[in-house]
């Protein structure tokens, strides 16, 4: 079947430690966005690609970084600048940067710092 | 500044009755409205959307939307709520952001409790 798969699903960091959060989709998606779900606060972009070798930033990339080396991976790295990294984290992506289409996500990862 | 706004946290109901999840924008030009439903600890499903055409837009699990372009609205609704149906519910609206395409913008979320 094709879809979004994120890994993993729960995540625990130590205070300074980096962590690298992976997102892959078989669907043939140009583009993939990471967001930041925090209660109450909906969801925001960190970070978005639109295809291979190339990404931007979106509302809140301060202290993260990501890499789209091949089409089907779009991974995100939670640095130790971000200084509160404890939120649930969804990958989406998008057939093509040309069309209104709605996006699918993966099932999430929970980072938690310990 | 393109926004979204869902003006209640929680909408409760009783199993049966309506239900409507309220949801306003704005936007610069014409507006794309989605609609998301997320259930704990998962991420966010597709429910309908509205890019042109038709105010009322049927979707998944029973769910429509009325697009109000007076009252840029976009409201969420169900004729008969089920208790299944109690969940997170996002609307979101896409933005143009320096040329990218299909970026969205999200609310803050309702959450939806139907009591049996």
């Known amino acids: 079947d094709g879809g979004i798969t994120q890994s993993p699903k729960y995540l625990f960091r130590k205070e300074g430690q980096n962590v690298t959060l992976s997102c892959e989709q078989n669907?043939?998606?140009?583009?993939m966005y990471w967001y930041r779900q925090d209660p109450g606060q909906g969801l925001r972009l960190i970070y978005y690609?639109?295809?291979?070798?190339?990404?931007q930033k979106g509302d809140i990339a301060e202290g993260y970084s990501v890499s789209r080396e091949k089409k089907e991976s779009f991974p995100l790295t939670v640095t130790s600048a971000q200084k509160n990294p404890t939120a649930f984290y969804l990958c989406a992506s998008t057939p093509d940067r040309g069309h209104i289409t709605e996006a699918f996500f993966g099932q999430g990862t929970r980072l938690t710092v310990v | 500044a393109q926004s979204v706004a869902q003006p209640e946290d929680q909408v409760n109901v009783a199993e049966g009755n309506p239900l409507t999840v309220k949801c306003t924008y704005s936007v610069s030009g014409n507006p794309y409205l989605f609609w998301y439903v997320q259930y704990p600890n998962r991420g966010l499903q597709f429910l309908l959307k509205?890019?042109?055409?038709?105010?009322l837009v049927k979707g998944s699990y029973g769910f429509e939307a009325e697009f109000n372009k007076s009252q840029t609205s976009f409201h969420l609704k169900k004729p008969s709520a089920l208790v299944s149906d109690s969940a997170l519910y996002f609307c979101?609206?896409?933005?143009?952001?320096?040329?990218?395409?299909?970026?969205?913008?999200f609310g803050t979320g309702t959450l939806l409790a139907v009591q049996p």
């Open positions: 979101a609206v896409r933005r143009s952001y320096g040329g990218a395409t299909n970026k969205l913008i």
């Open positions: 509205y890019i042109t055409g038709d105010n």
């Open positions: 690609s639109q295809i291979v070798n190339d990404f």
């Open positions: 669907l043939n998606h140009d583009a």
